[in-house]
């Protein structure tokens, strides 16, 4: 299927139009961004790793009952996907305590959870992607009520075969980021990528970084460490 306007672009990735109208192909960009746009670089070959790292865990996700946009993987930085319109949320869930959590809640960054925590974000830039609850969201018909619940049981879902999946490969999943997509019967599917500019990934012995965070704090080997993770998952 071939690629025809751009019909949308982000700060890592750009939608395509094809020729059927259900259908879009994503294409993954080395541009990286952090703290809402205010830090900008590249990472060579993130477009490529994040890609094929985001089509492997769709289609894994996919045989333990969870629905994706993902249609297939096309090339090196793109896949065919089901066009969906984006719930406005950023969905996270977290199994250790990192980033905004440990800074807004000052709790070490390290420290194991009991049970995993749930929280959304109002994806809209302009605002800075804003914390709300379930009623914010209602408020504001962001989703409804039946959507809500769907997403909440699928994240929390996702992440118990997340964590087995990348424990078997020496990574922790300490957090990690989703979005949502309405197809065009109204089904909730798991939409955009999964991937380390989406998730927290520790080495499970030295809990090195493998992840966005090596770029965000300056901490070098960033190339390095997304070509780890597409190693250990290959
Ligand atoms: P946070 O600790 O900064 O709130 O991030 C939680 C998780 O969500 C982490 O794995 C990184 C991911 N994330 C995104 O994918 N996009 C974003 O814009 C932000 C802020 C976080």
Known sequence: MEKRE???EGKAKRVFLTDDPNIVIQEFKDDATAFNGE???TIIGKGVVNNKISCKLFEMLETKGIPTHLIKFIDD?????KKVEIVKLEVIIRNIAAGSFSKRYGVEEGTVFDSPTFEF???????GDPLINKY???AMKIATKEELKTIKKYAFKINEILKDYFIERNVILVDFKLEFGRTNTGEIVLADEISPDTCRFWDKDTKEKLDKDRFRKNLGNIEEAYTEMLKRLS
């Open 77 to 81: 930085r793109n896949m065919l996907i």
């Open 6 to 8: 751009l019909l949308y």
């Open 136 to 138: 914010h969201a209602l």
């Open 121 to 127: 974000s109002y994806k809209e830039d302009a605002l």
């Open 39 to 41: 830090k900008k670089g």
